[in-house]
């Protein structure tokens, strides 16, 4: 865990490992800029920059700046309709499927997972689909969103497949993540958000910019063989890992996802999903959001009480022989943790994202404002 300081962010704050560090409304300008570029109006990619950032505020930088050239090169190629709006498909008392007609889903997922919540409320539950939408960013803000209005939620989606099934040696399956969010007494929800594969392209990516090699059990090779050097990965790991690691579990969850976001939803399966660096075709993701009232089931208040027990007792387990000057967390923790400190401290950008954005303002036209 990182110290929190005092003092405001400030442009170009550096932390001791040489991560520089930048306000919200520096990077918000950047992202507005660079999607204004690809089409989209100011207040769209406000809305964008937001959920880019989420990622990044609570540490989970393979899904915030260093997805941005990507969304920006695939809207200027025409893949990606920065005017698309959500629409209704079919709506009944607790459920409702939307068609996001190719838009951005950081935009358009929002709006989804809103009017899930405000159905929920109204009815004690509420199921959604999406289908024709992109990347949304990180599951765990729309799950949160629900927790924030005082409901449980769930949001689930598929991607492109890199992911292999147990025993097998071509990918078929996204890293297709779940998340998970209930309200708590102490005011943090408790929140899961997690891929279905054994770690998110995302890391492997960094791994990539930082040249470090990657644990064992995350990626395989050309050949669907176990690698450490993150610049052989073609593939990943299911969650868990090979058959004796229990990784058909981590494969079954996976497919779990694809049931909800693909055939529910209108949508492509995983293996029909276009790679984000496809320049031919749309993405054709689907998501899903679940909200409920916790009064639905139980009084909110007794609901608490017992959640807040059980995570106290969860954090006062102790620590296993191996692991002295650690101690037990729940789902959320570290995010909750890195969110504290990069509010504090400002938002890291490691340098290699931060390489790449320079590259993206020089190729389509803008300032680069972020500099060191």
């Known amino acids: 865990m990182t110290e929190t300081a005092s003092a405001a962010p400030t442009s170009g704050h550096h932390e001791p490992d040489g991560v ?18 690809a089409g989209l109006g100011a207040e769209p990619a406000t809305v964008a920059a937001r959920m880019l950032l989420n990622a990044d505020r609570r540490g989970v930088d393979s899904h915030g700046m260093a997805r941005l050239a990507g969304f920006v090169r695939r809207m200027r190629a025409g893949l990606i309709d920065p005017d698309a709006t959500l629409t209704i498909v079919n709506e009944h008392p607790a459920t409702v499927a939307f068609d996001a007609h190719n838009g951005l889903g950081l935009i358009l997922a929002p709006q989804a997972m809103a009017r899930c919540i405000a159905k929920a409320e109204e009815m004690g539950i509420c ?46 399956l996204g890293t297709n993540p779940i998340a998970f969010a209930v309200p708590t007494g102490s005011g943090q929800p408790l929140i899961l958000d997690m891929s279905t594969s054994a770690v998110a392209w995302g890391k492997i990516e960094i791994a990539r910019r930082a040249g470090l090699p990657i644990p064992p059990g995350w990626g395989l090779d050309a050949d669907a063989q176990p690698t450490t050097d993150p610049t052989q990965v073609k593939m990943l790991q299911p969650l868990g890992g090979d058959r004796t690691t229990c990784g058909h579990k981590g494969y079954g969850l996976g497919l779990m996802v694809d049931v909800f976001c693909g055939p529910l939803a209108g949508a492509g399966w995983s293996r029909q999903i276009a790679r984000s660096t496809n320049t031919e075709r749309s993405a054709g993701i689907g998501h899903m959001f679940l909200a409920w009232r916790i009064d639905a089931f139980r ?52 340098p290699g994202v931060l390489k790449e954005l320079r590259a993206l303002s020089d190729e389509i036209g803008i300032p680069y404002t972020l500099d060191r």
């Open 299 to 350: 009084d909110p208040d007794e609901f608490n009480a017992t959640l807040d027990e059980i995570i106290a007792d969860l954090r006062a387990t102790p620590v296993a022989a191996g692991h002295e000057g650690e101690h037990v967390c729940v789902p959320g923790d570290p995010e909750a943790e890195a969110e504290r400190v990069n509010r504090d401290l400002g938002i890291p950008v490691r």
């Open 127 to 172: 199921l959604a689909t999406v289908r024709n939408s992109n990347h949304f960013g990180i599951a765990g803000t729309y799950a949160l969103m629900a927790a924030e209005h005082g409901l449980g939620g769930m949001a689930m989606t598929n991607a492109s497949p890199l992911v292999v099934p147990t025993f097998g040696a071509a990918p078929r």
């Open 20 to 37: 520089p560090r930048f306000t919200p409304e520096q990077l918000t300008d950047f992202i507005v800029a660079a999607l204004g570029q």
